[in-house]
């Protein structure tokens, strides 16, 4: 069980316009933290599986390609309320950080 430190959760969700984005190797726990993180911040979870179209998505575990990948998560960026998000993996690479701070950046916010 996670434990909460007092009054930071009150000072988290007083503030609204921020991401976390979690990064880890494959199977380290990143998408069952991303569901508590979503539950308890009552944040949306941006991931590749929710981003990219499926016939996009690669069957042998293999990334995306950058480019339909940044044109997707660019398209879903844009349809998103800038409250605030938490991002399951991504970004994935070098290209997909450029934007993915570019963007945080336009909507006046940090990721932590």
Do not use: C, Y
């Not at 988290?12 to 984005?21: A, D, H, L, P, T």
Request: aromatic share 8%.
């Amino acid at each position: 069980m996670v434990e909460t430190i007092p009054n930071q959760e009150h000072k988290i969700m007083e503030s609204r316009n921020f991401s976390i984005v979690l990064l880890g190797a494959p199977t380290s726990g990143k998408t069952t933290f991303t569901t508590f993180l979503s539950e308890t911040l009552h944040l949306p979870v941006l991931s590749g599986s929710n981003i990219v179209l499926p016939e996009f998505l690669p069957s042998d575990g293999r990334l995306v390609d950058d480019d339909i990948f940044v044109d997707s998560l660019e398209k879903r960026l844009a349809t998103e309320s800038p409250t605030g998000h938490i991002f399951d993996a991504i970004p994935g690479t070098p290209l997909q950080a450029e934007i993915l701070s570019k963007w945080a950046k336009e909507q006046g916010f940090p990721i932590h």
